[in-house]
């Protein structure tokens, strides 16, 4: 599965951007699908998870209440509406989905060290930068 992510740019604090990522094959078997991101000098972390059905959606503490994620599984995308941006979510941000059903959304969630992360197919990265 190949990942394409896009819609990552240059905003002012307080502005939006929405984040999309294609899938290159069906979606809809597999569990979790997720984003994480990467700011300089720091360890990927995650941000927000989705369930297979979208019913089941977990956010890190940091995004609760701004960011919004959402699947489509008959287009094979997964989106992040980011609102009310802060300069510290700057970062590269990236998709991910999960390589078989085991890996849930709140799997995901807890993923944490590179071990984990083959759990997961990869996107190539899209940069957010937030202006003060």
């Known amino acids: 599965v190949q990942l394409q992510a896009c819609g990552g740019g240059l905003v002012q604090a307080g502005g939006s951007l929405r984040l999309s990522c294609a899938a290159s094959?069906?979606?809809?078997?597999?569990?979790?699908m997720g984003w994480f991101r990467q700011a300089p000098g720091k360890e990927r972390e995650f941000v927000v998870s989705?369930?297979?059905?979208?019913?089941?959606?977990y956010y890190a503490d940091s995004v609760k209440g701004r960011f919004t994620i959402s699947r489509d599984n008959a287009k094979n995308t997964v989106n992040l509406q980011m609102n009310n941006l802060k300069p510290e979510d700057t970062a590269v941000y990236y998709c991910?989905?999960?390589?078989?059903?085991?890996?849930?959304?709140?799997?995901?969630?807890?993923?944490?060290?590179?071990?984990?992360?083959?759990?997961?197919?990869w996107g190539q990265g899209t940069q957010v930068t937030v202006s003060s």
């Open positions: 991910a989905v999960a390589k078989s059903r085991f890996t849930t959304a709140q799997v995901m969630k807890d993923m944490t060290d590179p071990d984990q992360y083959r759990l997961a197919y």
């Open positions: 989705i369930s297979r059905s979208g019913l089941s959606q």
């Open positions: 094959e069906r979606i809809s078997s597999t569990a979790g």
